[in-house]
């Protein structure tokens, strides 16, 4: 009797072992839902220097493409005085035009607001206006970013906006290249705000 047992609790073991390497071996690793926070920092939404030759709007090429100017330090404090939650909308449409009124819709493409700070104000200005490369965000960042998707005609919304000034940002792909699209709004208290994302191109 006593063998007998010893016999079934190493069949057991044996059993256990093998199903526990099935499961492992089995096991997927997890999707990554390229929304919010997640979606940002792997698509680096506040750096965007995919497109930064396209974007230019002056300085030197070959000093753009060399040099990386480093990100003023995080204001934590201006962020913390910041709402998250409101009752604005921002409604909208983003596409390029050729100048002779034919229209390039972005289709089915992310776009983010993001509050205007004085950590927002360099990006903007040094990296959407001139086209230069920043150091990486700090990823304290994406906690105050807005997302949403425009649908097949290049429309967008965005719902339970606080009010205050932001740049609306999305981009538009173009002959192979992701082209970046971004403008100061402000988003008032119980108002919808109309926002036009257009840029031309030849």
């Known amino acids: 009797m006593v063998e007998k047992k010893s016999f079934l609790v190493a069949v057991a073991v044996v059993l256990l072992f093998l199903s526990s390497c099935t499961r492992t071996s089995s096991v997927e690793p997890p999707k990554v839902d390229k929304s919010g926070e997640e979606w940002a920092k792997?698509?680096?939404v506040d750096t965007n220097t995919s497109?930064?030759?396209v974007t230019q709007t002056g300085g030197d090429s070959a000093e753009i493409k060399n040099k990386v100017i480093p990100r003023v330090a995080f204001p934590a404090s201006e962020?913390?005085?910041l709402a998250r939650k409101g009752n604005g909308t921002v409604r909208g449409v983003i596409y390029l035009d050729?100048?002779?009124g034919s229209k390039l819709y972005g289709k089915n493409t992310r776009l983010y607001l993001n509050p205007v700070t004085s950590y927002?104000?360099?990006w903007y200005l040094q990296s959407y206006k001139k086209g230069?490369?920043?150091s990486k965000a700090d990823?304290?960042?994406y906690n105050y970013l807005k997302f949403t998707t425009s649908d097949g005609a290049g429309k967008f919304a965005f719902f339970?906006?606080?009010s205050g000034k932001y740049y609306v940002i999305g981009s538009v792909n173009h002959d192979g290249q992701k082209i970046r699209i971004a403008d100061e709004i402000y988003v008032g208290s119980h108002r919808t705000t109309e926002a036009v994302l257009s840029r031309e191109v030849r």
């Open 42 to 44: 792997q698509t680096n």
């Open 51 to 53: 497109d930064r030759n």
């Open 79 to 81: 962020y913390n005085r």
């Open 98 to 100: 050729n100048g002779y």
């Open 120 to 122: 927002s104000k360099q």
């Open 132 to 134: 230069y490369k920043l």
């Open 139 to 141: 990823t304290r960042l």
């Open 160 to 162: 339970g906006i606080p």
